[in-house]
């Protein structure tokens, strides 16, 4: 996942998409006003009614340290979904063969945080139009998709990629999948909260996560857990 090489070359990626001011804060308000559009609601949760959502938007280590800051999100957990294989490794995922994705498997509470909350911070924090890669991180297990659970998510999904399309929000027409959700395969135990227990020892942490993560953090700063 990480060579060297491509670690340096996804670091200025990020740290250029940072730098470009008034495009990127064009975009980050477009969506946000897709996204805020009235669409059809969800029925109400009950007290203590939790949901679940299967999402696709490259590397699991910077999107799990993404996720897990949102209030209302019980548990973002990396692994893999999508493939044709039982048990994948992380190994085996790497090479492409086994046709399954690098996702998060996110339990929440619906009481605190939406469906659609999660999308928008889906689309905000990865580049959807990219097909099959993210930076530097090229192959199918770093697609953008939406693994849908009800017909409703399907619904929100797909509603919400052509509004976006349509918006202008990105300069390339959107590439995310939209699939049923089959089956989830939790990583290798070292990939869980990876960025948490290694930011000080992997500079793809420090170079890739790091400026991604506080990005997200000024976007999202009213939608973070508190605690």
């Given at each position: ?80 979904t999508?493939g ?19 996702c ?42 939406i ?49 948490d227990?290694?930011?000080n ?27």
């Amino acid at each position: 996942m990480k060579w060297i090489f491509g670690l340096l070359i996804s670091g200025l990626a990020v740290l250029g998409s940072c730098a470009q001011g008034t495009n990127h804060e064009n975009k980050t308000a477009t969506i946000k006003k897709v996204m805020e559009t009235p669409h059809m609601t969800m029925q109400q949760p009950t007290s203590g009614q939790t949901d679940t959502a299967t999402l696709a938007n490259g590397c699991f280590w910077c999107t799990e340290a993404i996720f897990e800051q949102l209030d209302g999100v019980i548990s973002a957990v990396s692994g893999y979904t999508g493939g044709e294989v039982e048990n994948p490794t992380y190994k085996a995922v790497c090479s492409g063969e086994t046709g399954h994705a690098e996702c998060l498997q996110i339990v929440y509470d619906p009481s605190k945080i939406s469906f659609d909350e999660l999308l928008e911070v889906f689309w905000q924090t990865h580049d959807p139009t990219t097909l099959n890669r993210q930076g530097a991180d090229e192959g199918t297990q770093y697609r953008s998709g939406i693994f849908y659970h009800n017909a409703e998510q399907k619904a929100k999904a797909e509603k919400y990629k052509a509004e976006l399309d349509k918006s202008g929000a990105f300069d390339r027409p959107i590439v995310t999948e939209i699939t049923p959700f089959t089956k989830f395969y939790p990583a290798e135990d070292y990939h869980q909260a990876y960025f948490d227990n290694n930011e000080n020892s992997n500079p793809y942490c420090k170079i890739v996560i790091r400026p991604k993560l506080d990005k997200f953090q000024k976007v999202f700063k009213n939608k973070l857990n508190k605690d």
